[in-house]
């Protein structure tokens, strides 16, 4: 049976907000959860001690809890978050750098996360011998790919992918959403705290084509695999994730676990979510095309 995972709060989000999200999500039916500051350091609604306090409400609760590093270290503070979070000896970590894995190897298992852009078996291999015990598969692999890696996947290694969400593209040491009220990095004034799903960039057709969050671009489209969700099982695949949004997590987590129980069909599923999801589906990337197209049914 695949297991469900909630992936890392990739916005910026008040300390209120984020602990009555995690309260719902300990409600809810996905057996593991990640947690943490994946994106910006500038981000101080909930520290470090606040995201243990959460971590141990979900353990309580019955979930499988890891917590993720960040994508791109930038400064010294940053690096003693990160040897924080890797020592902190009770729960799993997420390593979404290559620094992160350092700290980790050999220490205890972790999970090799989408950052680390695993795109071939014999970097599986090396992450594996460092301890790695489930890696996520990139967001621009298809199944193609993903079926070549499975069949030279390590012992013991799980797979993850990353089944629901805006997909995360890109970082820089920019933040974009500054930069769109004219502030400094320096001094954003925290302003991705005014949009919770990310600030959208339209195209001059006024086509919807990326989003802005902070440092981070993600796609405007969901990325959506729910309908593919036989095939990955059919794959080897272990683990699907699904991204946080603000709104109707509930029901998208419902969705995919009435599949993968047969409660209900993938066509019936996916019409039902449109009305939660916060644009368009796309799974461009898993059939091997452009990333915004959308495909029914991609068995």
């Given at each position: ?8 709060i990739t916005y910026y989000w008040t300390r209120d907000a984020v602990f009555k999200f995690y309260e719902t ?275």
């Open positions: 049976m695949l297991k469900l995972a909630m992936g890392p999500v300990a409600a809810t039916p996905v057996e593991i959860v990640y947690l943490g500051e994946t994106v910006c350091s500038r981000r101080h609604e909930v520290r470090l001690a606040d995201w243990l306090d959460i971590a141990a409400l979900l353990e309580a609760a019955g979930k499988e809890v890891v917590l993720s590093t960040q994508a791109l270290i930038e400064s010294s503070a940053d690096l003693t978050t990160l040897r924080k979070i890797t020592a902190n000896g009770r729960f799993a970590v997420e390593a979404n750098d290559m620094g992160a894995v350092h700290c980790l190897k050999n220490q205890l298992p972790f999970v090799a996360g989408p950052h680390l852009n695993i795109y071939n078996s014999p970097t599986l291999d090396l992450l594996a011998k460092h301890g790695a015990k489930r890696w996520v598969m990139p967001l621009e692999m298809g199944k193609d790919g993903l079926a070549q890696m499975q069949r030279n996947r390590p012992t013991a290694m799980e797979t993850e992918v990353f089944a629901y969400g805006r997909m995360p593209l890109a970082f820089s040491s920019r933040c974009f959403t500054a930069r769109h009220r004219n502030l400094p990095k320096d001094d954003c004034q925290f302003s991705c705290l005014d949009y919770q799903d990310g600030l959208l960039l339209q195209t001059r057709e006024s086509q919807p084509f990326l989003i802005l969050n902070g440092i981070q671009t993600q796609s405007s489209q969901v990325y959506n695999l729910l309908d593919s969700m036989a095939e990955m099982q059919a794959l080897g695949v272990d683990v699907l994730r699904i991204s946080p949004q603000s709104q109707h997590i509930e029901q998208v987590v419902e969705s995919f676990d009435a599949v993968r129980h047969d409660r209900l069909s993938p066509d019936a599923a996916m019409q039902r979510m449109v009305e939660w999801m916060p644009a368009a589906a796309c799974n461009g990337y898993w059939l091997g095309k452009p990333g915004l197209e959308y495909s029914a049914r991609s068995m």
